[in-house]
């Protein structure tokens, strides 16, 4: 019936587009026609393009301040306390009582019993105005004995009388500070470990902000005369002792200081890496080797800066503590890099002892400069600032901050909303396939397409000139502006053929929508800082040509010596190579260092493998390490069926060991009845959704497929759209019962009339719902609202939540939508993606091995590196360790946990085999035909199947499965997975 429905509906949206049906036409404005009154200005098409959706959506707060400009509305002319014994309402599930709590009486203690609760308080305001909310908070520490570490902000959503005043009331961060441990440790090479960072457990003070740093100064509130009712949503607990409703005080320009005296003392000289608080665990210190750096790194890891390219996101701050030894004038100046992206200028927020001096301050800019140098805190012209500092102790905090691009990027989301309208109605007129046999005439069948084009490209090139004139040059995202302007000319100029370049629009919305979060990101490093009295020189503050010449050298001789080069092999210690990232490495070293070798005797030497290919080029030198990790699904198996790794089955103890993991996730490591692999970390698709779009839609999330089905039309018809990665084959061949193999693993299995359904139900998605083929980026369409609902992995989570903190409380997670079988149940079998621990075979230290894989992936210690490397790096680094008991231990939200476990039971993998990997190539290659090209799903599927089998024997002939003639000598006989795991069952609850 949905497949009769969706023709239906292409075939009207047909007659639309050659004006059989104009009277259906004109019902959507925002469709082409030849009677469309002319459009000149951007903003009057985004206002056009507003549909019922839009209208209902809170303006941005930048909207509200030019609305309260208009009407002149003042500032607020006292300050207002709201304190506990204002509570009037709470939500039944939390605990929310008035009492004592870190040293102060009467705060309201809120214990939040679930994902989200709310208070309510009421306030009498004396005069209409504008005012900022300060709120003085203590965050509740989980003290249980399942405690979840959380290292994000708070983020809460806040309404007055019932609503949001504007869209940023829904994500509040109330952020949490953290110190890192003053004593740094060295290893046994003599490189610095890492410091951890330290919650700092004091009450906090802080003006309600925006989430993701657009504005370098407070929100503001409107507040009528009268009684008023604030709600605050959390999803976390808090402790909350006032909310004060405070006048803003405006931030003057820069003025000489009154006070005369000029300090006479030494130059005050702060370590940047010994700051004392950050809001942002993710902040790290950094080692650097340049020749000028304090203190010298000397070819060791010596953590001499902070910042660079993961303090680049709004609000991010460090503060540091310094001692004035004489009042009186002193000059700022700092040692930075920035030179992450070229020619792009990035900005700080400069605060003295908790505020910004002057206005120039709150968006400090720091040019582009492609190596270290001295910054010195000036105006425009070159003059320093001065700035009169009492004898005594004081703070300097930086903020990152985007403010001065932000109009940019207003703009910029404006053109991507037009060109997703010129997406979208060019598209509706060609079927979504290029017909060269049809002929357009512009002017009488989409005449208003070719003026959104032109005012596009105007917009754009207006764009261009206000990041250049901001930044002094042409950075990367100039020039990609204009190369799309470029490539939107060239697509205006056969104005009859602008059909015939859907993909190519489609390919620019990638393309600009890619630039808002390379222009928000504001990357900065930091040496040293300096407080240079009035009247004294500002010290060296780059290194000379010989010192970096001399540095080059030591570099280069030390690359000769450095001890963990891979071809240093030692044969008394376990020798492990791990392919992933420095960060990973490092902290695996400690963990040997510290938790493995006092207990086992056993001492470890953890090095990083750039490459895993050159396993096999080792393996042959006979240079191989006794364990690798982090290696790809697929490589055990190569090295199995070469007699390279060692069958794990054949330890005593390997059963316990592998009731950790899910059956399925086994799957890719199982040959000829061995097990040559163990999952160190395991990906999951889930279906995410805009909570905020789906409501106002009046859509429920999907359960299964067919939900999925009947949700589409009203998501396409508001220019919407659902979301499935092309690539994705497995989960339609598993949710219909197929597998990929024969149970005797020599034949593919794709021939099955369960797999034809399979790949049916895969390619319907895009030739008869015509879901988007080809989206290169879903995490902007999720963010900006054009793909509010769509399956993604775990990948997708950590990016929204690093990158989207606007969007916090207001998207989620589900399980996969599934196929219902017979008895009802909800099928959700999926593949995800795994990173594998091997042992290998030339190893003389197997059992060790064993020992050092059991521990490494134990619950214990995969709990306690998935924490600690997020406490390091922040939750962009979330652990997604395969250990299923050490994953529900990791902070999830309760919800978040749920819907993953759930997931979890339905995994399974794909197996390997000699010649899979033709199977990826030729399920690819046959979407293609039968997508793009047309052909029908069962001759495109059957085409595969010949190919991947032809492939198959070819490779069991390679390796002596099956002889010259073709006769079977032996069978691989795979594990049959078809009941969903029951070991996930009760982990939440532990």
Request: proline residues 5%.
């Amino acid at each position: 019936m949905n497949v009769v429905i969706f023709k239906l509906r292409r075939m009207l949206m047909l007659l639309i587009c050659i004006g059989l049906m104009y009277p259906l036409q004109a019902a959507r404005p925002n469709l082409s026609s030849a009677e469309a009154s002319p459009v000149t200005d951007l903003k009057s098409l985004v206002e056009g393009n507003s549909d019922e959706l839009t209208q209902t959506m809170e303006p941005r707060q930048a909207e509200m301040r030019q609305e309260w400009k208009n009407k002149e509305i003042i500032t607020g002319q006292e300050q207002v306390q709201i304190t506990a014994d204002r509570l009037v309402h709470h939500d039944t599930e939390a605990s929310v009582k008035a009492e004592s709590y870190k040293g102060k009486e009467n705060v309201l203690v809120w214990n939040s019993n679930k994902d989200s609760s709310w208070i309510e308080f009421q306030t009498d305001i004396p005069d209409e105005g504008l005012y900022e909310l300060h709120i003085t908070y203590h965050v509740i520490s989980d003290t249980s004995e399942n405690a979840r570490i959380s290292y994000q902000p708070i983020v809460l959503s806040m309404t007055v009388d019932g609503t949001y005043p504007f869209m940023e009331a829904r994500a509040l961060p109330l952020f949490r500070y953290f110190a890192d441990e003053k004593q740094v440790r060295k290893d046994d090479q003599g490189d610095e470990v890492r410091p951890k960072p330290k919650p700092i457990e004091e009450w906090q003070t802080q003006a309600l902000r925006d989430s993701d740093g657009r504005y370098t100064e407070p929100l503001l509130w409107h507040f009528s005369k009268g009684t008023h009712t604030i709600r605050l949503i959390s999803p976390e607990s808090l402790a909350i002792e006032s909310i004060a409703l405070v006048p803003p005080v405006q931030t003057e320009a820069y003025e000489h200081p009154v006070q005369q005296k000029n300090a006479s003392t030494e130059t005050i000289v702060i370590q940047a890496e010994q700051f004392d608080m950050k809001n942002d665990v993710a902040i790290p210190l950094v080692s650097e080797q340049d020749p000028a750096m304090t203190p010298k790194a000397n070819n060791h890891i010596v953590y001499n800066s902070v910042g660079g390219e993961r303090w680049s996101s709004g609000n991010q701050a460090l503060t540091w503590t310094f001692d004035v030894p004489e009042s009186g004038i002193y000059k700022l100046a700092m040692r930075t890099y920035q030179g992450f992206t070229s020619n792009k200028a990035v900005f700080r927020t400069i605060y003295i002892d908790g505020k910004v001096p002057f206005n120039e301050l709150l968006d400090y800019r720091f040019p582009y400069a492609s190596k270290w140098k001295g910054s010195v805190i000036s105006s425009e012209e070159g003059e320093p600032y001065r700035f009169y500092l009492e004898k005594g102790s004081h703070t300097i905090q930086m903020e990152a901050t985007y403010a001065p691009f932000s109009p940019s990027i207003e703009r910029l989301l404006d053109v991507l909303s037009v060109l997703r309208e010129v997406d979208y109605d060019v598209k509706a007129m060609t079927g979504s396939k290029i017909d060269r046999n049809r002929t357009w005439n512009a002017e009488k069948d989409y005449p208003d397409i070719i003026e959104r084009l032109e005012i596009i490209q105007n917009e754009l090139t207006e764009i261009a000139k206000e990041i250049t004139k901001i930044n002094g040059k042409r950075d990367t995202y100039v020039q990609t502006i204009q190369s799309a302007v470029q490539d939107l000319r060239s697509i205006s100029k056969n104005r009859d053929e602008i059909p015939y370049h859907y993909d190519d629009i489609t390919n620019l919305l990638g393309k600009l929508g890619n630039i808002q979060s390379g222009l928000s990101a504001s990357p900065l490093q930091l040496d040293q800082i300096y407080w240079v009295p009035a009247e004294s020189s500002f010290p060296k503050m780059e290194a000379g040509w010989w010192s970096k010449a001399k540095n080059r050298f030591d570099e280069f001789s030390y690359s000769f010596v450095k001890e963990n080069q891979l071809n240093d092999m030692d044969e008394n210690v376990l020798n492990v190579w791990v392919a992933r990232g420095r960060d990973y490495v490092n902290l695996l070293q400690q963990y040997a260092d510290e938790y493995y070798t006092p207990v086992n005797g056993m001492k470890v030497k953890v090095n990083l493998l750039n490459d895993p290919n050159m396993l096999v080029l080792a393996n042959a030198a006979n240079i191989v390490p006794d364990i690798a990790l982090g290696l790809s699904e697929d490589k055990p198996i190569d090295f199995a069926i070469r007699n390279a790794a060692v069958d794990l089955s054949q330890f005593h103890d390997y059963e316990e060991t592998a009731g950790a993991f899910a059956p399925g996730a086994l799957l890719p490591y199982y040959y000829d009845k061995g097990i040559y692999g163990l999952p160190e970390t395991q990906s999951f698709k889930v279906l995410f959704y805009r909570k905020d779009i789906l409501e106002r839609l009046n859509l429920t999330v999907p359960d299964t497929w067919d939900d999925v089905i009947s949700m589409l039309p009203t998501l396409q018809q508001d220019n919407m759209d659902f979301y499935f990665p092309a690539n994705d084959f497995s989960t339609f061949i598993y949710q219909n019962g197929a597998d990929f193999f024969t149970e005797d693993g020599m034949k593919s299995g794709l021939d099955s009339p369960e797999a034809f359904q399979g790949f049916k139900d895969w390619t319907n998605l895009y030739t008869i719902y015509s879901i988007e083929k080809s989206v290169p980026s879903f995490y902007q369409h999720f963010r900006d609202g054009s793909m509010p609902v769509g399956v993604a992995d775990y990948n997708m989570y950590v990016t929204m939540s690093v990158a989207a903190p606007e969007l916090t409380g207001r998207w989620g997670i589900a399980p996969l939508p599934g196929k219902k079988s017979e008895d009802g149940t909800v099928e959700r079998w999926a593949q995800g993606g795994e990173q594998a621990a091997v042992i290998f075979k030339k190893s003389d230290k197997q059992q060790e091995a064993w020992e050092f894989m059991k521990w490494w992936l134990s619950a214990d210690i995969q709990e306690k590196y998935g924490s600690d490397l997020e406490a390091l790096n922040g939750v962009q680094f979330r652990w997604n360790t395969s250990n299923v008991e050490a994953f529900a231990r990791l902070p999830w939200s309760k919800e978040e946990l749920k819907v993953i476990l759930e997931q979890w039971k339905w995994y399974k993998g794909v197996p390997q085999v000699p010649g899979s990997y033709f199977v990826t190539r030729e399920l690819n290659n046959a979407w293609y035909r039968t997508v793009l090209d047309g052909m029908n799903y069962r001759s495109s599927l059957e085409q595969a199947v010949m190919e991947i089998n032809r492939e198959l024997l070819r490779k069991q002939q390679e390796f002596g499965l099956v002889d010259k003639e073709g006769h079977l000598l032996k069978t691989l006989d795979l594990p049959q997975i078809d009941e969903p795991w029951e070991g996930v069952d009760g982990i939440a609850e532990k």
